[in-house]
């Protein structure tokens, strides 16, 4: 029986690593003048530093929402791998539960943030450069509501992915039993047969 993840189930797993990687410490750099105070906080920051972080975030998360969605779709159409024999059924209850969740707050996050920017009437660059204009018209009240949803969202986004690492380590390291393999390498490597 196959217990690796497809190729495809890979490729979509690490990008949206390497471009979560990227967002999260981008999201955290733009909320922290409303939380310290003014610029700049650390020597050298300065006000367009920030600005060119929000364009990049701004971005970064259409594209996030794009591979996301992309990501659920190949998983809808794609099997995963059985979970390890030696993992209790309760944890592989938890384990599947935990991994839908973390499907939701992606898209979650990214639709909110997106309603968020386009509802108070900021452009998002990067779509306008590709000519895709705003899907939603401005509508302020509703951009502040998203806006609260999509910070409550992304914590609770980078929390659960902390514990699904924190678990898949602990199943390599501890129990030995070949979860990381699962899912690695990102390229290549086949796919092993128990």
Do not use: C
């Amino acid at each position: 029986m196959t217990r690796r993840y497809d190729a495809g189930a890979r490729f979509f797993h690490w990008l949206f690593v390497l471009l979560f990687a990227a967002q999260v410490p981008a999201g955290i750099l733009m909320i922290v003048p409303a939380v310290i105070g003014d610029f700049p906080v650390l020597p050298g920051v300065e006000q367009r530093t920030i600005d060119v972080i929000y364009v990049f975030h701004k971005g970064l998360g259409a594209v996030l929402l794009v591979v996301v969605l992309a990501r659920l779709v190949w998983r809808l159409f794609h099997r995963p791998p059985p979970f390890p024999d030696t993992m209790p059924p309760l944890e592989q209850k938890i384990a599947h539960q935990t991994h839908w969740a973390m499907y939701f707050l992606m898209v979650l996050a990214s639709v909110t943030g997106y309603v968020h920017v386009i509802g108070l009437g900021f452009p998002i660059e990067l779509l306008n450069a590709l000519g895709v204009p705003p899907l939603l018209p401005k509508m302020e009240g509703i951009a502040v509501a998203a806006s609260f949803v999509h910070r409550f969202t992304s914590f609770a986004l980078t929390g659960l992915v902390a514990v699904h690492v924190a678990e898949v380590l602990r199943h390599h390291l501890v129990e030995k039993d070949g979860t990381l393999g699962r899912m690695w390498p990102p390229f290549g490597g086949g796919a092993p047969k128990t």
